[in-house]
């Protein structure tokens, strides 16, 4: 494996040790925020592997598969996932959205989040 690709799978996996971390610690907030920031790095890896250039830099999961052209890979399920945890990237980061973000995060839609950002993380990963 490239050592670019490589980085980027290694923070991906620190991001989804730390998300698992935050649920059985029950910072809710900050599970599907790590979960994002699994996703991301993991799209950033896949990114890497096609292209000779550096990922772009943004933390919008459909741009960076549309950019990286395999956004048309996913299921119409795994698309729908990306829709579900891009705003948990913004919305965990600032106070207006945060206290509305944590009412609709209880520990079983978290450990949904979570399962979910695995099966798609193995996925990206198994395409490498």
Known sequence: MDDRVKYWIEISDYDLETAEAMLQSRRFLYVGFMCHQTIEKAFKAYFTSM?????????????????????ELFSEEQKDFIDQIEPLNIEARYPSHKERLLKSLSEDK?????KKTKTLQLWIKAKL
């Not at 830099?57 to 990286?68: E, N």
């Not at 978290?110 to 979570?114: A, G, H, R, T």
């Open 110 to 114: 978290c450990f949904d989040i979570l």
């Open 51 to 71: 292209h000779e250039e550096t990922p772009p830099f943004s933390h919008s999961l459909s741009y960076l598969a549309k950019k990286g052209g395999f956004y």
